[in-house]
């Protein structure tokens, strides 16, 4: 069971002129199951809606709810969240320079569990997970994204999300600058994840090219802070087809 639940959310950063607006009231569930896509423009504030559940310290909520089964993820550590059972692929993801693959896997599966994972199977699980993503096991011993190719930050994303097994996940561009077979491959991934008992995903992407390897059940466009609309899949289509000008006028 996992549902994640955003109420009119309400998020600003601080700027030199003082705090600057970024999402104007965001209200979206995902219930059991569900894969929801979020799709805008440049600068329409999807990366931050991701990074404010997830807790990004950066990021200051102004208003609004964001609950996880009912609990209230807002006030939680990004700890407790990950805990509670939130994972976040972020669009850049982040190097962490002297700590391996295989060490930072292990931490964050044992902080999740609350126990470390038996470290045979572990090792057998790591080395699965990556080779399903077509990373060679050397990967494994290499610092965290350093000297990734930006194709092999997001195939490595997958291969801890598989790994971690999280009820929600919210993918931030998963797709962006992936060829067609890395695509496919962190497609699949998605999809075996997705294929487990009442997982939630939350994808945002700026091209619909993705939502034909992962179909989504709901499409929300996401303009200058705001839903702008929704729909079913057959949305992505139609913004395949018109772009999202419409949105952009109607706005001025
Ligand atoms: P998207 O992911 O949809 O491209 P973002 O969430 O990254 O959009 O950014 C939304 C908006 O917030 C952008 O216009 C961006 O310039 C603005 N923004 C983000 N951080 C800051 C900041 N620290 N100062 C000013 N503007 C910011
Ligand atoms: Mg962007
Ligand atoms: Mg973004």
Do not use: C
Request: charged letters at 25%; zero cysteines; aromatic letters at 6%.
């Amino acid at each position: 069971m996992s549902t994640l639940e955003i109420k009119d959310l309400k998020v600003s950063v601080s700027t030199d002129d003082g705090p600057k607006e970024i999402l104007k009231g965001v209200t979206l569930t995902i219930k059991d199951g569900e894969t929801h896509a979020i799709m805008g423009p440049n600068g329409s504030g999807k990366s931050t809606l991701a990074y404010s559940i997830a807790g990004h310290p950066k990021y200051d909520i102004t208003g609004g709810s964001v609950t996880l089964d009912g609990q209230d993820v807002l006030a939680m550590s990004v700890d407790e969240r990950a805990r509670a059972g939130l994972f976040l692929a972020m669009q850049y993801p982040v190097e962490v320079p002297g700590v391996s693959v295989t060490n930072f896997m292990r931490t964050a599966k044992t902080a999740i569990d609350g126990e470390a994972p038996k470290l045979r199977t572990w090792v057998k699980d790591v080395n699965a997970a990556m080779s399903r993503m077509n990373l060679d096991s050397t990967f494994t011993q290499r610092s965290v994204n350093e000297g990734f190719s930006g194709g092999e930050k997001k195939r490595h994303e997958i291969a801890q999300l598989e790994l971690l097994d999280p009820k929600v996940a919210i993918l931030d561009e998963t797709d962006s600058g992936l060829d067609i077979d890395a695509l496919k491959v962190v497609s699949e991934g998605v999809n075996r994840f997705r294929g487990g008992e009442g997982k939630g995903v939350l994808l945002i992407t700026h091209y619909t090219r993705i939502l034909r390897y992962i179909q989504p059940d709901f499409v929300h466009v996401f303009v200058d802070g705001k839903i702008a609309e929704q729909g079913g899949a057959e949305l992505a289509d139609q913004l395949e087809a018109e772009g999202y000008d419409k949105y952009l006028t109607a706005k001025v």
